[in-house]
């Protein structure tokens, strides 16, 4: 199996928003504000400037929340469901019985 390659229309960059979106992000936060003085010191402000946007930064999509806080309400409300699923009583609706199909009637014409 092979995997095909797929470009984006060039001027199109809703074709690939979400890398679009972060390099804006990178570009306006870290890139147009920093003096970089050597390659060094650029490699560990992309590294401080991940880090903090990827535990720190609030972000929209999360409901302006910061990743770190998100996954550990996330992992707290998967706790909680183990801890309740043992609790769990059968569905309030019967589940759908498999359809009994008949044979035709034939009615006598006469």
């Not at 302006?64 to 183990?82: E, I, K, N, S």
């Amino acid at each position: 199996m092979r995997v095909r390659w797929h470009y984006i229309a060039p001027g199109k960059p809703m074709q690939n928003g979400n890398c679009e979106a972060f390099n804006g992000r990178m570009r306006d936060e870290l890139l147009n504000e920093t003096l970089f003085f050597g390659i060094d010191h650029a490699r560990q402000a992309v590294v401080r400037w991940t880090h903090v946007y990827n535990t720190e930064r609030p972000h929209s999509a999360l409901g302006y929340q910061a990743p770190a806080v998100f996954a550990a309400q996330l992992t707290a409300m998967g706790d909680q469901r183990r801890a309740t699923e043992q609790l769990r009583r059968s569905p309030i609706a019967a589940s759908a019985q498999p359809r009994q199909i008949q044979p035709p009637t034939l009615v006598s014409a006469g």
